[in-house]
């Protein structure tokens, strides 16, 4: 279960110098399209953190292609280690009023970009390890161990609604969308290692469905990948009801997904059938070690139209191996 106290920082396992804590602040505005991240993973046993903004409203394979990026990799954590209000030499400042309910995100680069927005939990923080809420952890699912390595090793999602207002280049666009954020403590290797395909479709405040599964890339770029349910649950008229049963197929081009399906069924029995396309794509690398293949999709879920991320991430060694073989 997560407890108020897990919007803060938690005391790291080890003092292994890669322990790391995640905020990531994912949304969109799906007539532009736009998908925007806010996201920052502080190294606390060493003092710092690593952020990234991102915006972007068109399919492109390099960071520097998207309407803005701007990635920090050393700015010192503030003294005093506060997770519910922070504001880092990058210009991004988050302070959360209410634990794990409400978070204020302000952003400015100074002259380019200005983003502000709020927060609101349409959920309590679904606990991937907790067998309560995770049917998939409860019955020991092949796969249900699933943590990405340790990264996850402390770790929840929560689906909330999302407004306020981006200015960028001097064009402001107002932000009022359902999405959904996570957070994440544990070990996290610079070195990615394993994939993970993290992804939610939004169809309302009433209707929502987040998945994390898991799928190997290993026929390279092109090749359609079936996917494994791990963890996920569907947010229906504000009842949070934990996935036990799921598959799917992506079809791939440059690693990026081209055509998703899946079926997911909850613990209740009802079977939710989705189809995806991408709207956009990028290469959001979160550290330098792994590229999430970022799109934000358009849902069809029986009858429904939906927006939401996909985030397809790769460690680079198997990318670099994978693009080897020419």
Same mark, same amino acid.
């Given at each position: 279960m997560i407890h108020p106290e897990d919007a803060q920082f938690h005391e790291p396992t080890s003092a292994d110098p890669l322990w790391g804590e995640t905020n990531y602040f994912g949304l969109y505005l799906p007539d532009v399209p736009m998908n925007i991240g806010v996201y920052a993973l502080f190294r606390t046993n060493v003092g710092v953190v690593t952020t990234n903004v991102s915006v972007n409203t068109r399919k492109v394979l390099l960071p520097w292609a998207a309407d803005y990026w701007d990635a920090w990799a050393q700015t010192p954590i503030p003294e005093s280690r506060d997770l519910l209000d922070y504001r880092l030499a990058s210009g991004l400042h988050v302070v959360c009023s209410e634990p794990n309910k409400v978070w204020d995100v302000d952003y400015d680069d100074g002259g380019t970009l200005s983003l502000h927005f709020r927060y609101t939990a349409l959920m309590d923080g679904f606990d991937i390890h907790d067998p309560d809420q995770d049917p998939m952890v409860a019955a020991q699912a092949a796969g249900s161990d699933f943590s990405w390595g340790q990264a996850y090793s402390g770790h929840?999602?929560?689906?909330?609604?999302?407004?306020?207002?981006?200015?960028?280049?001097?064009?402001?666009?107002?932000?009022?969308? #359902?999405?959904?954020?996570d957070h994440s403590w544990g070990v996290r290797q610079e070195r990615q290692q394993t994939t993970m395909c993290w992804l939610h479709s939004h169809f309302s405040r009433d209707l929502a469905v987040h998945a994390i599964f898991d799928?190997?890339?290993?026929?390279?770029?092109?090749?359609?990948?079936?996917?494994?349910?791990?963890?996920?649950?569907?947010?229906?008229?504000?009842? #949070?009801?934990?996935?036990?049963?799921?598959?799917?197929?992506?079809?791939?081009?440059?690693?990026?997904?081209?055509?998703?399906?899946?079926?997911?069924?909850?613990?209740?029995?009802?079977?939710?059938?989705l189809t995806g396309s991408p709207l956009t794509t990028f290469p959001w690398q979160a550290w330098p070690g792994?590229?999430?293949?970022?799109?934000?999709?358009?849902?069809?879920?029986?009858?429904?139209?939906?927006?939401?991320? #996909?985030?397809?991430?790769?460690?680079?060694?198997a990318l670099t191996e994978t693009y080897s073989r020419g």
């Amino acid at each position: 279960m997560i407890h108020p106290e897990d919007a803060q920082f938690h005391e790291p396992t080890s003092a292994d110098p890669l322990w790391g804590e995640t905020n990531y602040f994912g949304l969109y505005l799906p007539d532009v399209p736009m998908n925007i991240g806010v996201y920052a993973l502080f190294r606390t046993n060493v003092g710092v953190v690593t952020t990234n903004v991102s915006v972007n409203t068109r399919k492109v394979l390099l960071p520097w292609a998207a309407d803005y990026w701007d990635a920090w990799a050393q700015t010192p954590i503030p003294e005093s280690r506060d997770l519910l209000d922070y504001r880092l030499a990058s210009g991004l400042h988050v302070v959360c009023s209410e634990p794990n309910k409400v978070w204020d995100v302000d952003y400015d680069d100074g002259g380019t970009l200005s983003l502000h927005f709020r927060y609101t939990a349409l959920m309590d923080g679904f606990d991937i390890h907790d067998p309560d809420q995770d049917p998939m952890v409860a019955a020991q699912a092949a796969g249900s161990d699933f943590s990405w390595g340790q990264a996850y090793s402390g770790h929840f999602d929560q689906t909330g609604h999302f407004e306020g207002e981006l200015v960028l280049r001097g064009r402001r666009y107002e932000i009022d969308c #359902v999405s959904t954020m996570d957070h994440s403590w544990g070990v996290r290797q610079e070195r990615q290692q394993t994939t993970m395909c993290w992804l939610h479709s939004h169809f309302s405040r009433d209707l929502a469905v987040h998945a994390i599964f898991d799928f190997d890339p290993s026929g390279g770029p092109a090749a359609a990948t079936p996917l494994q349910l791990t963890h996920g649950y569907v947010l229906d008229k504000g009842e #949070v009801i934990g996935l036990k049963a799921g598959r799917g197929n992506t079809d791939r081009s440059d690693f990026y997904p081209q055509r998703i399906q899946l079926s997911v069924t909850d613990v209740r029995d009802r079977e939710w059938n989705l189809t995806g396309s991408p709207l956009t794509t990028f290469p959001w690398q979160a550290w330098p070690g792994t590229v999430g293949h970022n799109v934000l999709a358009r849902w069809e879920c029986q009858g429904r139209t939906g927006y939401g991320e #996909v985030m397809d991430f790769i460690g680079l060694h198997a990318l670099t191996e994978t693009y080897s073989r020419g």
